[in-house]
């Protein structure tokens, strides 16, 4: 007869509803405050959480939380249902007057839209937004368990189940074409890089990796993006903030204007190229790098890394501040039929 296991039982798990154990908001809002909470929060987020000494107007509607190695504040908004989109304008009111550094949304779902207004934020704003999904666990008849999953790591979406129409579902669903080689090369690099941007907590905001040899980064307003170049024709890489649109010769003189004082907080040579009417740049560059060898890439990553937070705290302010109309380009001069050069008129006093 087979000994009987020592092991424990294991018991049933069930997902439930955060109703089923929350009935209010504020009962909500109060558990995250507390200290198993934070540790759960800060697992999931990659900070260390601490509740903040003052608490919020209404603790009802979000939480003030603070990054214990920065002192840094953090909003917390959370909800019980899936929000609708005026309560995401609500949130970013909140984070406007609480002046935070952070902001942690969290909610048993989020909508599509919603997932994508949080990816451009970060993409455009100094400010950090995360999104969690919350799920409640009971295990057997009593024991229940929350887990936050940030909605990077496969968020749930609730939208309205389409109208079931057999010519659709008889379709066939195209497969996506496989990468390249060297498509997947490109991916394998940018993945790398964005891990160490999120890890070192840079400014620089990575979106998703991408397969092509460039990769691009918001930088304070439209018309302006940081570039990371992978050149595998010169061997090189680059960091370049490109100049586009109408105004991107007028930008490109007034930034030019403070060559000097630019190179000596960037603190590395820097190629300007105002060539182009609607394209210019400005960028430096890393030669005899040898992208085939992948032990090298931590080295080259951490180039890029450095480069662009040193791109980034020269220029996002100059950037934000610059006005088009303020240049004023030098006269042309006009050629007549004869080739004599006709100078602009001077005032007569």
């Known amino acids: 007869m087979p000994k009987r296991s020592t092991k424990p039982k294991l018991g049933r798990l069930e997902k439930l509803n955060p109703t089923d ?18 540790e759960l929060l800060g697992e999931a987020t990659g900070l260390t959480l601490t509740d903040a000494e003052a608490e919020a107007p ?24 899936m929000p609708e989109a005026a309560e995401l304008g609500q949130l970013l009111t909140w984070a406007a007057t609480e002046t935070v550094a ?31 999904t919350i799920d409640l666990w ?22 309205p189940e389409p109208e079931e129409d057999l010519a659709d579902a008889e379709t066939p669903v195209a497969e996506p074409e496989p990468l ?17 941007l999120d890890r070192q907590g840079s400014s620089v905001k990575p979106g998703s990796p991408a397969t092509e040899s460039t990769m691009g980064f918001a930088m304070a307003r439209a018309g302006f993006r940081l570039n990371a170049i992978l050149d595998r024709d010169h061997q090189s890489l680059y960091t370049e903030l490109l100049l586009s649109d109408i105004d991107a010769q007028p930008h490109f003189h007034l930034l030019s204007q403070e060559r000097e004082a630019i190179a000596d907080e960037v603190g590395l040579p820097l190629i300007w190229d105002g060539a182009g009417d609607q394209a210019c740049m400005v960028a430096c560059t890393l030669g005899d790098v040898d992208l085939a060898n992948r032990a090298r890439w931590p080295d080259y990553q951490a180039w890029f890394c450095d480069c662009l937070e040193r791109f980034y705290e020269a220029f996002f302010d100059r950037v934000k501040q610059l006005d088009a109309t303020a240049y004023q380009s030098p006269p042309r001069h006009r050629a007549t039929a004869h080739g004599a050069l006709v100078l602009p008129a001077q005032h007569r006093g």
């Open 21 to 38: 154990y929350w009935q209010a908001q504020v009962d909500f809002q109060q558990w995250l405050t507390e200290a198993e909470t934070l």
């Open 180 to 196: 390249t080689e060297l498509q997947q090369e490109n991916l394998d690099f940018w993945r790398g890089l964005c891990d160490r």
């Open 138 to 159: 009971r295990i057997g008849k009593t024991a229940m368990a929350a887990n936050f999953t940030p909605i990077d790591d496969g968020f749930t979406v609730d939208d």
């Open 58 to 81: 209404n603790a009802t509607d979000y939480t003030l939380l603070i990054e214990a190695k920065t002192t840094l504040p953090i909003l917390v908004v959370a909800h019980l249902t």
């Open 102 to 132: 952070t902001v942690i949304w969290i909610a048993p779902s989020f909508s599509a839209e919603a997932v994508l207004t949080l990816d451009w934020l970060n993409l455009i704003s100094e400010v950090t937004f995360l999104g969690l």
